[in-house]
């Protein structure tokens, strides 16, 4: 039988990221002359690749604009992290006894994020999560969320069938990105957009706490 796989978002849904993400995106526009978006408009980009991200940002702005946009992102997120910015990055409540509960029950584990390889192997590394997933799947090798393209390439490397998987995120992106994959989609009521939106999406349940994960995963089939 193949195995069962839970794949994790990062930013929203492992880590509260927000406050590095928010303000790298500040020191970005402020750098090319631009009035910083709301908080609360960065927050509803998280999830999705740099270059994307900026195009949501800026729609009018040309495609050169946001590729530059996001490699100056890119440099402000790495100059706050060796200013001791990784800090302001914890695990949410719960979640390392959630990924536990998962490995008890059985569970191979999986990473699908927007981040680069670089910095997602910082976070884990820094919270000692390391070693703990099978597969770990970045926006340096896939097209952007909502594509299917980072699910199926976790499927296939833990040996996965999509129907004895779930895909666990915060945002709508990763909703529509598991119901692309024929993964269950299982939303946290923790992370950067809200449970209606991730119902919407595709949301089979939503967790209200990291604690209610394993159970609810067990429960979608």
């Not at 440099?75 to 695990?91: I, V």
């Not at 059985?106 to 192997?121: P, Y």
């Not at 992106?173 to 993964?183: E, K, L, P």
Request: glycine share 10%.
């Amino acid at each position: 039988m193949s195995a069962r796989l839970a794949v994790f978002d990062c930013d929203g849904t492992l880590v509260d990221s927000q406050a590095n993400i928010c303000l790298a995106m500040e020191q970005c526009f402020t750098g090319h002359g631009l009035a910083a978006p709301a908080r609360a408009e960065i927050r509803r980009i998280v999830g999705l690749s740099l270059i994307e991200a900026m195009a949501a940002l800026l729609p009018d702005a040309p495609p050169e604009q946001h590729r530059a946009m996001a490699e100056d992102y890119k440099h402000a997120f790495q100059a706050l992290r060796g200013n001791g910015g990784l800090t302001d990055e914890p695990l949410f409540d719960g979640v390392a006894e959630a990924l536990d509960a998962f490995e008890a029950a059985g569970w191979r584990l999986g990473v699908a994020t927007g981040k680069s390889d670089r910095g997602l192997s910082l976070i884990l590394a820094h919270h000692g999560l390391t070693g703990r997933f099978v597969t770990l799947q970045t926006a340096d090798r896939h097209p952007s969320k909502p594509h299917p393209s980072m699910l199926h390439a976790a499927l296939a490397e833990a040996g996965a069938a999509a129907e004895r998987s779930v895909m666990i995120g915060d945002t709508s992106f990763d909703m529509a990105m598991a119901v692309a994959a024929g993964v269950r989609p299982i939303g946290v009521a923790w992370g950067y957009h809200n449970a209606h939106e991730l119902r919407d999406a595709g949301a089979l349940v939503v967790a209200d706490h990291a604690g209610e994960l394993a159970r609810l995963a067990a429960g979608t089939y």
